[in-house]
């Protein structure tokens, strides 16, 4: 896991033209949605509740730039804690966790360092909220890392964890060539962590792209290239389709690269022949109580994306589909 938080796995891929593709939005309610309707950066309130965004694994502050940007356009003051690549290095005290040998890995104290950049960050969203909630906004593993935040500091004024492009689950135990990149980390989240919900005091809200469908490394894929609905046991679902009418990639059951990202997505959920943003798999994005959100064409990371060619979680016509849960 130490390893894997510090060095993570970044897929460089051949860009893909989604000009004439549709950003598909499949949902999973617990509660019913109040508003469904993409928002604009010229209709929206200067008075909406910071927003605190945790970088993903590997990432820095300045990755996100933009994106604070972006949120800043439709009223939302944001702050992003502050880590810097060579931050994750940190990660390599768990080496001498005998837990992490062990495969039972918890997060504290190796990853005390970052938990603490979350805290400074949100007290000082708290300073802009003048005692409004505040929304968390945690890319890649700053989405689990938010749940452990909630669990071990119990702020009082979060309203809002959105995760973006997060595996939350566990690798599966027992599957041939799955090793547990996290070694046990993810299953201290699911045992100890307070469950998602969906409710007017606290909002989850997991997005998941589906940017690339894996494959087999030998064989054939058991999907046909179809667009297939993940089931996780919510108790109502719903699909609404944005923009357009084509599907976001084209079948990757042969390709080279679709192996390749397969065997990254093996490794996170253990099986290969799965959609998922390059990195994340859609249905380890997920979670079981929360309001959760599929989107077409999405690439996992802002490094190596494209606005036009390859849009991450936080290019602006993404952004345009999600923001709306921030300012309501």
């Known amino acids: 896991m130490v390893l894997a938080l510090a060095l993570p796995p970044v897929f460089s891929l051949p860009p893909t033209n989604f000009t004439k593709s549709r950003r598909c939005c499949r949902c999973s309610y617990t509660l019913e949605r109040t508003d469904d309707s993409p928002s604009s950066p010229t209709t929206t309130s200067s008075t909406c509740r910071p927003a605190v965004i945790l ?42 966790e005998p837990n992490y040998w062990r495969g039972t890995l918890r997060p504290r104290p190796v990853l005390d360092w970052y938990l603490k ?13 003048q005692g409004a909630n505040i929304s968390l906004v945690g890319h890649s593993a700053g989405g689990w890392l938010a749940r452990v935040y909630l669990q071990e500091f119990e702020p009082s004024d979060i309203s809002l964890l959105l995760t973006l492009g ?46 690339l469908q894996g494959a087999r490394l030998i064989g054939a894929s058991d999907n046909d290239g179809s667009a297939v609905m993940v089931d996780i046991d919510q108790p109502v679902a719903d699909i609404a389709a944005v923009n357009g009418t084509t599907t976001s990639s084209t079948p990757a059951a042969a390709t080279l ?37 599929s989107l077409d064409g999405v690439y996992h990371s802002p490094v190596g994306s494209d606005d036009a060619t390859r849009p991450w979680y936080g290019s602006p016509a993404i952004v345009e589909q999600w923001i709306h849960h921030l300012i309501n």
């Open 257 to 293: 690269r679709a192996r390749f990202v397969g065997q990254g997505y093996k490794q996170v959920c253990g099986q290969a022949d799965v959609w998922g943003d390059g990195v994340v798999p859609e249905i380890s994005a997920h979670l079981e109580g929360a309001l959760n959100i």
């Open 55 to 96: 970088p993903g694994l590997g990432n820095n502050t300045d990755d996100y730039q933009k994106l604070t940007l972006i949120l800043k356009e439709y009223g939302v003051p944001t702050v992003v804690a502050k880590v810097s690549r060579i931050d994750w290095l940190r990660n390599a005290a768990g080496l001498l």
């Open 166 to 211: 997060t595996p939350h689950l566990p690798p599966p135990k027992g599957v041939s060539g799955v090793i547990d990149q996290t070694r046990g980390l993810l299953d201290y989240v699911e045992q100890h962590c307070a469950k998602a919900v969906y409710t007017p005091e606290l909002r989850y809200v997991c997005i998941a792209g589906r940017y």
């Open 117 to 129: 950049r979350v805290d400074e960050a949100v007290n000082e969203a708290k300073e802009l909220a």
